[in-house]
């Protein structure tokens, strides 16, 4: 019996940000990394990743469809492509609309398009300018 | 004479990151923002920015020095290369170690050199990580 709290996630996209969650979730949870490139999975066999990887079409739904992604506690959309984010999120919510996901936009603009379609979304760009704009904030504080 | 709550800011990068810091910013501080390629500043005209654009060859400190960022009260270092990143902040601490300033790292792995070297990082890709690790504790909360 697999243990409660170790989680089945597979993280599609194997970029920089994908590969870095891959690694640190492998530690304690069953990781499955996609990537329509094989290559991208250099990034996880130089480090400690203890997964699986499987090299997938991300474009074909039907590909990702014999993936078990019914049986993902979380799936993280992470590939550099917003529209293809956009696209995977939806789809995967029109086979289960129960499974939990995480997409990620890159272009803040693009962000209400996801909030609509109520997918819960990440926006990296974002978080960045409001944490830069807060080291702004440090300085006022020395004037 | 200048309200000291308007800030004197540089910018160096209009990448994704850099535009969007700088539109965000440019509402209550004089903004310049730096790139070497003219076309990036595309990402600036076409939304709310109110400030200033120069074309500059980033890897010509000398050219950097004719920037007055001796006024600056905040560099911003948000290209996508990491060694520029990098050069630029030592380089520009040479010129004055008084300038406050905040550097981008993408590859965490180069994170020890930049702390190493005591120099103001950020890592959005480690910042995601994390954030992405808290989204399945939510997943957690509801088993």
Chains 1, 2 share one sequence.
Request: with cysteine.
């Amino acid at each position: 019996m697999r243990d409660r709290k170790t989680k089945f996630i597979i993280i599609i996209g194997c970029g920089r940000l994908g590969s870095e969650l891959a690694i640190k979730l492998s530690k304690n949870h069953n990781v499955v990394v996609i990537d329509k490139d094989e290559t991208s999975f250099e990034r996880l066999t130089k480090r400690n990743f203890i997964g699986f990887t499987r090299v997938v079409d991300t474009n074909d739904m039907a590909a990702l469809k014999d993936l078990n992604i019914d049986k993902a506690d979380m799936i993280y959309i992470v590939t550099p492509d917003d529209n293809l984010n956009f696209m995977l999120a939806y789809g995967i919510r029109e086979i289960n609309e129960e499974i939990k996901l995480a997409a990620r936009v890159n272009d803040p603009l693009k962000k209400a398009i996801f909030i609509k379609a109520n997918v819960n979304l990440f926006c990296p760009i974002e978080d960045s300018v409001n944490q830069l704009v807060e080291e702004l904030d440090k300085v006022d504080e020395k004037i």
